[in-house]
């Protein structure tokens, strides 16, 4: 496959990290993917080289105006030694509809996902097998024009590189304690919430820290005009079980990041038989709930941590408990399967996986 690209092999590969204190995002494996984009020549030099340093003019557009997007989805090591990626044209469709809200020029979904599997063949040692361990990818784009002026980019580069990686919360699957954020909000309609760009993530900071200093591990976010509908956990979309019904915030605002791993849960829960809506849910809805004794699990989902049950939440200070802070069982069976379907260990009924 990588015999497509260009390679420029390291030959100074470095010391792996032990694979049971991996955390995540830490370590980078000895390559990365780079492609350039030129106005008037397109996405061009698709290339494998060392991992290291760019070098950026101190007028870079991206570094003063933001202009970037980013991705983030994993490989898995099976039993068998096989990597598996998990749905990775999805994440590569979506860097399209990132790109048209940031005003970059689109990518070719099927060149990228081969670049993905190169890059991940290449590096292929560096994926770890020890239990709930992956390859965590993360393909960008940054705007690369040295100019002051704000407009669009003329030129920009594409990467990917790679980090293995443990749990993303050291709670893992057991439940977080979150904090309903009143204050601050992360996305508008008509803002770039449905976009994975850099600046959401910037915005995001503020909230959590307050958070963490209040003793919760996330926040959840509220819409940025009446502060009442839910829209995302941190940085994961958010499920709520409710007398036996699923419900999951719309995306239809724009507000919201349309989650791989959400649209995997709704198409699994769905196939099930268990009913699932997508609608506006308000924080109200969901107190309300809990005190009809109807409010059964609350979760996130997301790549990095997959599913995180939330066992409680501080809402004006009006603190509930959820399944009696514990994971609930619906919660484990998607996070049991859709984990299960990623390392190879469950059937893949959807045709979710591609083989490196
Ligand atoms: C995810 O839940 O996968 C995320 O978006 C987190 C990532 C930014 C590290």
């Known amino acids: 496959m ?7 092999k390291n030959n100074m590969p470095k010391q792996k990290p032990d694979e049971k204190s991996l955390g995540f995002g830490q370590y980078f494996t000895d390559h990365m993917f780079v492609m350039d984009y030129t106005e008037g020549k397109g996405w061009h030099d698709p290339r494998i080289v060392p991992y290291g340093d760019i070098a950026l003019d101190p007028a870079t557009m991206v570094l003063h105006y933001g202009q970037a997007i980013f991705e983030g989805l994993k490989a898995y090591k099976s039993d068998e030694g096989k ?6 044209e999805k994440n590569m469709e979506r860097v399209n509809i990132s790109n048209e809200r ?8 099927d060149l990228t996902v081969e670049a993905i599997k190169a890059i991940v063949e290449m590096d292929s040692d560096w994926v770890p097998s020890a239990e709930d361990t992956s390859l965590y990818i993360r393909p960008f784009i940054i705007s690369t024009d040295p100019f002051l002026g704000v407009r669009p980019s003329f030129t920009y580069k594409f990467m990917i590189i790679l980090s293995p990686v443990g749990a993303y919360y050291p709670e893992g699957i057991n439940p977080v304690k979150i904090y309903v954020e009143n204050n601050y909000v992360r996305a508008v309609k008509g803002g770039v919430g449905y976009a994975k760009t850099p600046g959401n993530y910037a915005a995001s900071l503020k909230a959590q820290m307050e958070a963490q200093a209040k003793g919760y591990t996330q926040v959840l976010w509220l819409d940025g005009l009446e502060k009442r509908y839910i829209e995302e956990v941190g940085t994961m979309n958010v499920f709520f079980k409710i007398d036996g019904e699923v419900i999951t915030p719309t995306l239809e605002d724009g507000s919201i990041l349309g989650g791989i791993t959400r649209e995997s849960t709704i198409q699994l829960l769905r196939h099930w038989g268990v009913k699932v809506t997508e609608r506006r849910i308000s924080i109200e809805e969901i107190y309300q709930a809990h005190e009809d004794q109807k409010l059964e699990e609350a979760f996130g989902t997301g790549t990095a941590a997959v599913i995180s049950p939330i066992g409680e939440l501080n809402w004006n200070e009006k603190i509930i408990k959820i399944n009696d802070g514990k994971t609930g069982e619906l919660s484990k069976k998607i996070y049991e399967t859709i984990t299960g379907i990623q390392y190879g260990k469950v059937k893949d009924e959807f045709g979710w996986i591609q083989e490196v």
């Open 2 to 8: 990588q015999a497509n690209f260009k390679v420029e």
């Open 83 to 88: 990597i598996l990626l998990f749905r990775p």
């Open 102 to 109: 940031l005003c970059i020029p689109p990518i070719d979904v």
